[in-house]
C-alpha cells in the first residue's frame, strides 16, 4: 500500500510542466504554494502559504471583487417588466364549479335510490367528501368521476337530457 502511494507521487512530480508552472518558478513561485503542499510535499508546512509568501517577499497579488459579494440583495433589485405585468393584472381566474342543475340531479337521483352520501361514495370507489362537495357545488367538475355516478344512479347527467 505504502509503495502505491509512493509510485503516484513521484510520478505527479515527474510529470511535464506547463507554461504557468514553469512562469511560476521563474518568478520565485512554487506550485506546493498554491496547492497548500509545502516543498517537500507535506500538507502542513504549506498550509496557510497560498498568499502569505508573496506578501512576504512584496510581489503584487491581485485580488478580484464579485459585484454583489457579501450583500443580500439580488443581482438586480429593481422590478423587471414581466413581473411588472404580473403585478399590474387584475384578472380573477376561477375554476369552473359544478352547476346548480347537476349537484340538484346528483342529489334527487340519490334520493331515488335510497342512498346516502357514503354508500354513494363506497359504489364509486370515492371518499365521502367528494359528494359532499359535488352535491354542494363546491367541486370542480371531474367528467370520470360524472359517468361513474352516471353510471350507479342510472341517470344522465351530462349533455341534453
Not at 512554487?30 to 507535506?42: I, K, Q, T, V
Not at 471583487?65 to 399590474?88: F, Q
Request: charged share 35%.
Amino acid at each position: 500500500m505504502r509503495d502505491r502511494w509512493t509510485a503516484r507521487m513521484e510520478r505527479g512530480r515527474l510529470r511535464q510542466k506547463t507554461n504557468t508552472e514553469t512562469e511560476r518558478e521563474e518568478n520565485g513561485w512554487r506550485w506546493a504554494n498554491f496547492s497548500g503542499l509545502g516543498a517537500s510535499g507535506d500538507p502542513k508546512e504549506g498550509a496557510n502559504s497560498c498568499g502569505e509568501e508573496g506578501r512576504r517577499a512584496g510581489a503584487e497579488i491581485e485580488t478580484i471583487r464579485k459585484s454583489n459579494a457579501g450583500t443580500n440583495r439580488a443581482a438586480s433589485s429593481s422590478t423587471t417588466l414581466n413581473t411588472r405585468k404580473l403585478d399590474e393584472e387584475t384578472e380573477n381566474v376561477h375554476h369552473d364549479r359544478v352547476p346548480t342543475e347537476l349537484k340538484k340531479t346528483i342529489m334527487q337521483a340519490r334520493m331515488d335510490k335510497k342512498l346516502t352520501q357514503s354508500q354513494l361514495a363506497q359504489m364509486i370507489n370515492e371518499k365521502p367528501q367528494i359528494i359532499q362537495e359535488y352535491e354542494s357545488g363546491k367541486a370542480i367538475a371531474n367528467q370520470q368521476i360524472i359517468s361513474k355516478l352516471e353510471r350507479v344512479l342510472g341517470t344522465k347527467l351530462r349533455g341534453k337530457k
